[in-house]
């Protein structure tokens, strides 16, 4: 049974930094990433990295957030700096494996990020 536990959220002031992590279990990822959904907005792509390597970000975090695995490539970390009240939103760690007909999504939890003085 696929896993996904995420840690790291909370509050923060303007221009600090947070760091999110999320544990994947049960299966074999072609790609890891985060989402974020704010209040009365529809879920939006953070970051992505393949089991290659490539990554993929916003254009709204680039330059600010990072996005790292670790060697066995089963968590996937989300460092922020420089947090802005915009990004004040739930964080979704997702894990895809792709198939021959289809992709399978899975999702963590959510952890709330709020930045705010």
């Known amino acids: 049974q696929v896993q996904l536990v995420e840690s790291g959220g909370g509050l923060v002031q303007p221009g600090g930094s947070l760091r999110l992590s999320c544990a994947a279990s049960g299966s074999i990822f072609n790609a890891m990433g985060w989402y974020r959904q704010a209040p009365g907005k529809q879920r939006e792509l953070v970051a992505t990295?393949?089991?290659?390597?490539?990554?993929k970000y916003a254009d709204s975090v680039k330059d600010r957030f990072t996005i790292s695995t670790n060697n066995a490539k089963n968590t996937v970390y989300l460092q922020m700096n420089n947090l802005k009240p915009e990004d004040t939103a739930v964080y979704y760690c997702?894990?895809?494996?792709?198939?021959?007909?289809?992709?399978?999504?899975?999702w963590g939890q959510g952890t709330q990020v709020t930045v705010s003085s």
């Open positions: 997702n894990a895809v494996r792709y198939y021959v007909l289809g992709n399978t999504n899975y």
């Open positions: 990295i393949s089991s290659g390597g490539t990554t």
